[in-house]
């Protein structure tokens, strides 16, 4: 994989522990929101997803900061930030990808 249009963020649901689809490294993409091989749910890991999509990697991460634990994003205090960047990105309304 080495082109930045293949990675879209896109909304998860599930738990999991899978391999990264670039390194094969473990990984348990997040909830609400991971990034993913383009039309998968192949996901990508936050040290590939720096690599290759710094931006998506950035935008996880101002996400996501306020945890150590990627996975508990789901906290009452965060549903307002949650709601935002749902709304921002279109996928918490219509499942649509963002890439």
Known sequence: MKEKNEIE???NNTRTHDQCAI???Y???AIPIWAFVRDTFDPI???CL?????DFAQLLGAFYHNDKN?????GADNSWLKNSVLD????????MEYS
């Open 27 to 29: 990984i348990e993409p």
């Open 9 to 11: 963020l896109r909304s």
């Open 23 to 25: 390194c094969s490294g």
């Open 70 to 74: 990627i996975g508990s994003f789901m």
């Open 45 to 47: 890991c936050q040290v």
């Open 88 to 95: 921002v990105l279109d996928v918490g309304k219509n499942n």
């Open 50 to 54: 720096r690599e290759h999509r710094p």
